[in-house]
């Protein structure tokens, strides 16, 4: 039995497009392209893991920043800032709900002047854009949050202007819901192969054994998008990373909310609840894993982040792991961005690719994006251009100096 809201095979033999992978970036692009009155074909989903259990979306830490480098990035998060908060009117839909932003916000500490200035750096860009980004001193970081250990520190930034946690999961279920409400049709099952004619994919074949005739393609499957290009005969640079996450309740409580404080060590922490905080971490080695890796390990809690948040946040010596879980970033190995778009050579094979952890944040602008091209073969909000493949052709990396 296929489970609720997938078929276990194709109701028809031909879509206008395909798309590879029903989790938070093939469903934002789903609901764009079932949103769009310009748009009148037929879209089919297929996703592998009906359940969602294993796919990153359902990993993710759910935040959203504005404090990036690049000022397309900024934008794509102020989009997303604005579509979440208008959800209900956004989707014309009076059971949907009202979402925010719980705004503690991101605080970067820097313990060189290399950093510092960094932060500087990247501060101009992010008001420019209109974020509300403050450079704070180490004095002026104790004074606001005085549960902090900063001897280290020389500086940090930080925006409380939609920047913080919200309910990614809540947004993906209702892109699921109503794209399907809509016509868009999901089925539990797997693509094994995709037929290649000169310059176009023609067909996708299911483990079912089905042969479907595509408009178009869409690579959306996350960790494992390599394999899916490897099937037009495309080499991708992304891979699964692993990435730890531990939520923790303290034996006493911080006095006020903790924002999301990404560490010079690279961990952060974050308020998760009122008396739980959550932080996260990259293994000690960061390499390439198997999609289907999950293993804990367990001594990098004990022997690296708990010093580090102790020492960082005294007041987190006395603490509680309550749950845990490892999580994949489809990891773009050239520069850490978007993969979005054509294939300059296979015109009808689009990437939805390598976000490294900024996926859930960037999935309504991205979602938006790829259902513009396939409407009308250009991206008219944002020009997403600059995520194209043609970069990775060319070996020419997107910077992107705010990565976590």
């Known amino acids: 039995m296929a489970a609720p809201g997938f078929s276990p095979t194709p109701t028809k033999t031909t879509y206008d497009v395909v798309i590879i992978g029903g989790a938070i970036m093939g469903s934002a692009t789903a609901w764009f392209l079932s949103d769009n009155p310009d748009?009148?074909?037929?879209?089919?989903v297929v996703e592998r893991d009906p359940s969602y259990a294993q796919c990153s979306t359902a990993h993710t830490n759910s935040s959203i920043r504005q404090q990036f480098s690049d000022p397309l990035n900024i934008r794509i998060s102020q989009f997303t800032a604005r579509f979440i908060k208008e959800l209900p009117e956004r989707m014309n839909d009076s059971r949907v709900?009202?979402?925010?932003?719980?705004n503690y916000g991101y605080l970067y500490l820097a313990d060189t002047p290399g950093f510092a200035e960094v932060l500087r750096r990247n501060a101009e860009v992010q008001r420019a854009e209109g974020a509300g980004t403050e450079i704070l001193s180490r004095d002026e970081i104790a004074a606001r949050y005085p549960f902090y250990q900063l001897d280290d520190i020389l500086a940090g930034s930080i925006n409380t202007r939609d920047e913080g946690y919200w309910d990614g999961g809540t947004l993906f279920?209702?892109?699921?819901?109503?794209?399907?409400?809509?016509?868009?049709?999901?089925?539990?099952?797997?693509?094994?192969?995709?037929?290649?004619e000169g310059g176009r994919i023609t067909h996708v074949t299911l483990a079912s054994g089905e042969h479907i005739a595509c408009g178009h393609v869409v690579n959306a499957s996350g960790p494992r998008a390599a394999r899916?290009?490897?099937m037009a005969g495309i080499k991708l640079p992304v891979e699964p990373r692993k990435r730890f996450t531990w939520v923790f309740s303290a034996e006493t409580p911080l006095d006020r909310e903790l924002p999301l404080t990404i560490d010079p060590s690279g961990v952060h922490v974050r308020q998760d609840g009122p008396t739980t905080y959550l932080a996260g971490a990259a293994p000690e080695e960061d390499l390439a894993v198997d999609p289907d890796d999950f293993a804990?390990?367990?001594a990098r809690w004990q022997d690296h982040v708990w010093p580090i948040l102790a020492t960082r946040i005294p007041a987190f010596e006395a603490i509680r792991v309550v749950t845990e879980w490892a999580g994949h970033y489809a990891y773009n190995t050239l520069d850490q961005n978007a993969i979005l778009g054509p294939h300059p050579e296979i015109g009808n094979f689009l990437f939805q690719n390598g976000?490294?952890?900024?996926?859930?944040?960037?999935?309504?602008a991205m979602g938006r994006g790829l259902a513009e091209w396939l409407t009308y073969?250009?991206?008219r909000s944002l020009d997403l251009t600059p995520f194209s493949f043609d970069r990775i052709t060319k070996g020419h990396p997107m910077i992107e100096r705010a990565v976590i």
């Open 173 to 196: 279920d209702w892109f699921r819901r109503s794209a399907r409400d809509r016509g868009v049709e999901y089925v539990a099952n797997e693509v094994t192969a995709l037929t290649r």
């Open 39 to 44: 748009f009148n074909g037929s879209v089919l």
């Open 296 to 298: 804990m390990d367990h």
């Open 228 to 230: 899916t290009a490897a």
């Open 97 to 102: 709900p009202r979402l925010d932003v719980q």
């Open 355 to 364: 976000f490294s952890g900024h996926g859930l944040q960037q999935s309504p």
């Open 377 to 379: 073969g250009a991206y």
